[in-house]
């Protein structure tokens, strides 16, 4: 199949996969009821989504390595800090 012979395609379905699996947790009511975990399965594929689009979309993976950590770093900050305020507002609920 010549659609998985090029790189960018294969990521392209990986970042489709990783769409539906968010999208089928958010709809299917996983993400209230499944607590941390299913939560946590979603800062993950985002977090994989991120870093896919950075490293082959913006074509980075061959850039310095510098320019790698500080997109990648960036992107864990920002998944860090929603993060934190999920963990806030769930705290302040149970409290």
Known sequence: MSLLK???D???????AATL??????????ARTGGAAAVALMFG??????????????????????WRRLLLGWLAGVMALIGLAWWLARWRSEG
């Open 21 to 30: 699996v968010t999208w089928w947790l958010g709809e299917g009511g996983w």
């Open 6 to 8: 090029n790189p960018v």
């Open 10 to 16: 294969r990521v392209w379905l990986v970042l489709v």
């Open 45 to 66: 594929l985002a977090f994989l989504k991120g870093a896919l689009i950075a490293l082959d979309f913006m074509e980075t993976r061959h850039a310095p390595p510098l």
